[in-house]
């Protein structure tokens, strides 16, 4: 059985660079695509960024690009999210999710809104 396990959230100052993780067990195919998914209280929830763990390609969302980076290990079972210089409006619930049946060619945040697997969330609160 598939499981993802998040860590690495709490409270952080803005400007600070907290760096959540999401460790997958229970794969049997190296290749999938994962990434994370926030959610603030009262908004909806949002695709930050994806990464396709067999050739590693990545996206990342308008919103955060250039201050936030995903990567992964190289056994691809676990994947980061690097958050530089955070702001409060980053502060929400943040989810890994994980979907097998995606390739390189639909390995998308919109896809993987309907991922099968998700980790428990890792609050981050970020204060001004």
């Known amino acids: 059985q598939v499981q993802l396990v998040e860590s690495g959230g709490g409270s952080v100052q803005a400007g600070g660079s907290p760096r959540l993780s999401c460790a997958a067990s229970g794969y049997t195919d190296r290749t999938n695509c994962m990434g994370w998914f926030r959610q603030a209280p009262g908004k909806e929830r949002e695709g930050v960024a994806r990464?396709?763990?067999?050739?590693?390609?990545?996206y990342v969302a308008d919103s955060v690009k250039g201050r936030f980076t995903i990567s992964q290990d190289n056994a691809g079972s676990t994947v980061y999210l690097l958050m530089n210089s955070v702001k409060p409006e980053d502060t929400a619930m943040y989810y890994c999710?994980?979907?097998?049946?995606?390739?390189?060619?639909?390995?998308?945040?919109?896809?993987?809104?309907?991922?099968?697997?998700w980790g428990q969330g890792a609050q981050v609160t970020v204060s001004s």
């Open positions: 990464i396709y763990t067999g050739g590693g390609r990545t």
């Open positions: 999710a994980a979907d097998t049946r995606l390739t390189s060619y639909n390995c998308d945040l919109g896809h993987l809104q309907a991922a099968p697997y």
